[in-house]
């Protein structure tokens, strides 16, 4: 019989084969398809946030400590233009991924969020230097 624990439990594996995933695809030379495996990590966060709505005693300390819900909507935000932008350098447009990571910086009002996204910035731009 499912119930909320059982599904939690799945949910927690699935996120750790898709992150294991994720490493080997890069170490075969699949990085261009990593955002793929992002995404769909990000539709178990959103399994996974809707299931502590309803439990909220399933929740790991560290998220019901400091997750608000504009934390979560920034959190979202920058994973699906990381994902876009990884994706986009992994296939030798670094220029497209930086001006898609800039784009983010223009409308993203987390602090802490837009310092993410410029250090991917300035990582992408060193790395396309050295080539």
Do not use: W
Request: charged share 25%; net charge negative.
């Amino acid at each position: 019989m499912a119930s909320a624990e059982s599904l939690h439990s799945l949910l927690v594996v699935a996120s750790r084969l898709l992150d294991s995933a994720a490493s080997q695809m890069h170490e075969l030379g699949l990085g261009e398809e990593i955002g793929h495996v992002g995404s769909a990590l990000g539709e178990v966060f959103e399994i996974k946030r809707a299931l502590y709505v309803l439990r909220p005693e399933l929740m790991p300390e560290q998220l019901a400590e400091t997750v608000s819900p504009d934390v979560s909507a920034a959190n979202r935000r920058l994973t699906h233009c990381l994902a876009d932008a990884l994706e986009l350098d992994e296939a030798g447009d670094t220029d497209a991924a930086v001006a898609k990571l800039q784009n983010y910086l223009e409308a993203e009002t987390s602090l802490e969020h837009r310092e993410i996204a410029q250090s991917e910035i300035l990582r992408m731009q060193s790395a396309g230097n050295e080539n």
